[in-house]
């Protein structure tokens, strides 16, 4: 049994995916982990869509052009519905990004305890998202990840992390 220590060195952004498809029940212990996740007041604002068909993962590329991504075998797409979400009252932020953050987290990591990979993906075009996944108004989609069986080197990489001094305060800022 890992620690948390290590299974968050274990973890890491996986790019490259064996065809193999993800066992149903996999995904949802991987899921399951992702919705016990803590949110804002018990919100849980959150949606997962998952993707396994080919041609919509395709398209899904073309919000995303890298071939690892829609050509993993899943696809999960994490949603928050701002409108269920808790807004903080003194000044009105919403936590809806912030709880499907930490549900995303929970999923990477349970995902790698079971020697699955994935990736945050950030960096698509939203609106195309939209369509393809059919969201309606008052979604959005926090990132979506590739899932599957690591196709690289699982040989650790040397960690690019800022030194914990680096980032650390006490008390207040200096
Ligand atoms: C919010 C967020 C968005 C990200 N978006 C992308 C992305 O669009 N494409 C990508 O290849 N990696 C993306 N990443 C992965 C980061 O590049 C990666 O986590 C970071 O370089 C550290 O590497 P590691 O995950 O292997 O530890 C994203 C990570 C986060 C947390």
């Not at 990736?119 to 926090?142: M, Q, T």
Request: hydrophobic share 40%.
């Amino acid at each position: 049994m890992k620690t948390f220590l290590e299974l968050a060195e274990a973890r890491r952004s996986v790019r490259a995916y064996k065809p193999d498809p993800v066992p149903e029940d996999l995904l949802l212990q991987v899921l399951e982990c992702a919705r016990r996740a803590p949110s804002a007041c018990n919100r849980q604002p959150w949606r997962f869509v998952v993707v396994r068909d080919e041609a919509r993962r395709r398209l899904l590329g073309t919000a995303y052009s890298r071939d690892w991504f829609w050509s993993a075998p899943a696809i999960v797409a994490v949603c928050v519905v701002p409108g269920d979400a808790w807004t903080r009252p003194h000044d009105g932020k919403n936590y809806a990004w912030v709880d499907g953050a930490i549900a995303m987290d929970h999923l990477t990591l349970a995902a790698a305890d079971i020697g699955l990979g994935t990736c945050w993906i950030g960096a698509f075009d939203p609106e195309p998202v939209r369509r393809i996944l059919n969201l309606p108004d008052g979604v959005e989609v926090v990132a979506m990840t590739p899932i599957g069986y690591p196709a690289d080197d699982p040989a650790p990489r040397p960690r690019t992390r800022r030194p914990l001094p680096e980032s650390l305060l006490r008390e207040q800022w200096p």
